[in-house]
């Protein structure tokens, strides 16, 4: 936790500071030491939040991207009754959370059912071959008619497993924590892998790191994906009809040729 209640105030960890945890308000302590980022911890073993994974400076550096009363919101859960954490609340009502950690598979499930209209954004350097795999992957992907979006055939090929079946769009990012400005480096790109019952033949839209943070920080994630969604389905409808246009025409030639291929044999 980046965040306590000391006299009242919300404030950063600092050797030898107590406070109070404002998900439960248990006893917390400041953890300042070298080998991990500074954080404060229950004092107790037992965490108010069974979601918690320990912080990483790739966790901070995102959330320092957002107004601080955006950061660690604290949301009850009305069938458990414990509280958990998002890591940014926004004011569109977007939650966004960091994933360095491997999840599992029904603690994925349960936070999307919790946070519903949610996105993850997940640390793609975890593992050394995602990557290189991802590359891969990408090298296969097929354009669609708007600039940076992407039909992955196969996604299993190119994106961890753990995250094929989520419920909600999950960004991958494959900085990692490279810190300084590199507006030319391909890994500032974020890629969005959009959320499909079927799994093959997937929405990726490769989303600049900058354009993902004021988006969203406007408070206007929900709404433009909304209308991207909208404008994809229009342009899906469209083809189709354009397809079957094409083979209502392709259809009426052969009938046509038939017919003047049967009248010269008969004349
Ligand atoms: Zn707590």
């Not at 753990?162 to 300084?180: M, N, R, T």
Request: hydrophobic share 35%; proline share 6%.
């Amino acid at each position: 936790m980046r965040f306590a209640y000391v006299n009242s105030n919300l404030v950063e960890s600092e050797p030898g500071l107590q406070g109070l945890c404002p998900g439960c308000g248990q006893p917390v302590i400041a953890r300042c030491g070298t080998e991990r980022i500074s954080h404060w911890a229950h004092r107790q073993a037992k965490r108010c939040d069974s979601w918690w994974e320990p912080e990483t400076e790739w966790h901070r550096t995102w959330k320092s991207n957002y107004p601080l009363a955006w950061q660690e919101k604290f949301l009850p859960d009305p069938n458990t009754g414990e509280k958990h954490m998002a890591d940014i609340y926004a004011s569109d009502g977007l939650i966004i959370e960091f994933q360095h950690s491997h999840i599992k598979p029904e603690e994925r499930v349960a936070r999307e059912r919790f946070y519903r209209t949610m996105v993850w954004v997940v640390d793609g350097t975890r593992l050394e071959r995602d990557y290189p795999r991802f590359l891969k992957g990408k090298s296969a992907f097929k354009k669609k008619s708007k600039p940076r979006v992407f039909i992955s055939e196969f996604p299993d090929e190119c994106f961890p497993s753990a995250w094929l079946k989520s419920s909600v769009p999950v960004i991958f990012d494959f900085k990692g924590i490279q810190f300084g400005e590199q507006p030319e480096n391909e890994l500032d790109n974020l890629y969005c892998l959009f959320p499909n019952k079927d799994i093959l033949d997937s929405l990726v839209v490769e989303l600049p790191r900058r354009a993902f943070i004021n988006m969203t920080n406007a408070g206007e994630w929900l709404s433009r994906i909304g209308r991207f969604m909208d404008e994809l389905a229009e342009e899906e409808e469209k083809h189709k009809k354009q397809v079957a246009e094409q083979q209502r025409r392709q259809a009426n030639l052969i009938f046509q040729s038939m017919i003047t291929h049967e009248r010269r044999r008969r004349f």
